[in-house]
């Protein structure tokens, strides 16, 4: 089964500190055993890698109900019903969401501001209800991502030929490959090339080098196995060991099975991975904003 929304876990893990204090973590593991989660499932982490769903979204319900004045940490990873989550359990509401929340003034200051009309807590377009905060803007981190990757090759695509080998060659050498912009890129863009766009030096002296070929194909137009045969001769004109196939679209599943059978090391980057390269290394884009999230140091109020 999925793992159950944060919002599911507000009731159990009321119900949890009704007898007094206890661990969150001690209550994730019962909360994953009461909805019959898998050990997989138990295991799942966040896309940070850094945390289990399951801690995650417990965590974000203890905190819910803590702005709603239904629970209060005791000491470090430990909380405990308060009066009024006693009351509230005394009714056997059948969920706790969001929305039975609301009805608390200190859950409304949390999640609205003064005034609802200008909430703190701007809900992301789209954005699933059922999502944790972290999730939520996890989510529209990726959103943002995509659509910039979309973007790098539109203006890739709509530029002139000479762009998209300068793009591999900036790549390339914010990659850590070559020297400079004149040595990495001497043969680009020359005629009588022998099927090679590019040479990029691994060292100072050019003993390793790395002959690449790019072709900057619109999507749907997929290189072929015929295309990689060519570049894998091109290779052996230079007496080449190794080779890059950039794309702007992908590379068909015969073209893939040629280069991993070929007797030479052919890397294949096809336009998605072209894009997040350049993301990842900043290569026509830059950093606009950063945005720090940020936990609280249990360390510092250990008494």
């Known amino acids: 089964m999925p793992i159950p929304d944060f919002q599911t876990f507000m009731l159990p893990v009321l119900k949890a500190g009704a007898d007094g204090e206890v661990r969150t973590t001690h209550v994730a593991g019962q909360v994953a055993d009461a909805f019959g989660l898998s050990d997989e499932e138990k295991c799942q982490l966040l896309p940070s890698g850094k945390q289990r769903i399951v801690d995650n979204r417990v965590h974000w319900a203890r905190t819910f109900l803590a702005k709603a004045g239904l629970v209060q940490a005791t000491k470090r990873g430990h909380y405990k019903a308060t009066e009024l989550g006693l009351q509230i359990l005394s009714q056997n509401p059948a969920r706790i969401d969001n929305k039975f929340l609301d009805q608390f003034p200190g859950f409304r200051e949390f999640r609205y501001g003064n005034s609802p009309e200008s909430p703190e807590i701007v809900a992301v377009a789209g954005a699933d209800e059922d999502q944790t905060p972290d999730e939520i803007m996890r989510s529209a981190f990726k959103q943002v991502e995509a659509a910039l990757r979309g973007e790098i090759l539109s203006r890739i695509l709509a530029g002139p030929p000479s762009l998209f080998e300068q793009v591999v060659v900036k790549l390339l050498l914010a990659m850590g490959y070559g020297g400079s912009v004149d040595d990495a890129g001497r043969v680009l863009g020359k005629s009588g ?111």
């Open 193 to 303: 090339d022998n099927g090679v766009d590019g040479v990029i030096d691994q060292d100072a002296l050019g003993l390793d080098r790395v002959y690449v070929q790019a072709k900057r194909y619109r999507p749907g137009n997929n290189v072929g196995a015929g295309e990689i045969r060519d570049f894998f001769g091109s290779l052996d004109h230079f007496k080449a060991s190794k080779g890059l196939f950039v794309t702007t679209s992908s590379f068909s599943p015969s073209a893939r099975d040629t280069a991993e059978r070929l007797s030479k090391r052919i890397v294949l980057i096809d336009g998605e991975q072209l894009a997040q390269l350049m993301m990842r290394y900043n290569v026509g884009c830059r950093v606009e904003d950063t945005l720090y999230l940020k936990k609280i140091d249990e360390d510092f109020f250990l008494e």
